[in-house]
């Protein structure tokens, strides 16, 4: 029903009242549904009920010099106040959860982050050591191979003054550049595979212990 027809309906029920009591019913529930807002009418409307009975009631309270402004709205301002005294409950609780949330991290903080930054200590300290081997064979490889490389030149150049002195360079130079290109070898292996992997495995770690996570909750 629409507030229009409610309320002509309800005027239209009490046209045998006094006018003073009738306007105020009819000002009443005006109130009453200005209050509930446009978007709330109809099911305010239906929370009040028949607009035969409401009067009825109207004028048995006016009958029996009963005429209170209380009884009338005494379902409607019930609701409202069991919902008010509900929202002021569940606000209470809310906040004194977040209160006792906040003290819990202010005196777990130093052991939090005592555990929290031993265990990013750890990682960065292995993740340091990854880097610094990577790079050192890096390193390793490219000064073996050039210094083989220089060390054979030297050794063809003295096969022809001394040819002994050649060979042992020539092979040196050989040994070099096969330690080298195996380093160059290993740092292509740890970058290329062995990282990646590490960074996967990683990856699947902490994706399954959030679904787990997940699955408990």
């Known amino acids: 029903m629409k507030r229009d027809e409610f309320m002509a309906q309800i005027a239209r029920l009490l046209a045998d009242m006094p006018d003073n009591e009738r306007m105020e019913a009819i000002r009443y529930y005006n109130d009453y549904l200005d ?3 446009e978007e709330n009418e109809e099911e305010a409307i239906r929370e009040l009920g028949n607009p035969q009975e409401i009067a009825a009631n109207i004028k048995a309270n006016l009958q029996e010099q009963d005429f209170e402004t209380g009884r009338m709205k ?30 819990l991290l202010v005196f777990a903080s130093p052991i939090l982050l005592g555990v929290g930054g031993g265990i990013l200590g750890i990682v960065l300290g292995l993740a340091g050591a990854m880097l610094g081997i990577i790079f050192a064979f890096l390193a390793c490889g490219l000064s073996m191979v050039l210094g083989g490389v220089a060390l054979g030149v030297k050794g063809i ?17 050989l040994i070099c550049i096969a330690v080298g290109i195996l380093s160059l070898l290993l740092f292509w292996w740890l970058t290329f595979r062995m990282i990646p992997r590490i960074w996967r495995a990683c990856g699947h770690f902490i994706s399954n212990r959030r679904k787990k996570g997940e699955r408990t909750a």
């Open 35 to 37: 209050e509930a807002g």
């Open 74 to 103: 005494e379902q409607p301002m019930a609701k409202m106040e069991v919902e008010a005294e509900n929202a002021g409950k569940r606000t209470s609780k809310s906040t004194g959860q977040w209160i006792l949330i906040i003290v």
């Open 157 to 173: 150049w003295n096969l022809f003054q001394m040819p002994a002195l050649g060979f042992a360079g020539l092979g040196g130079g």
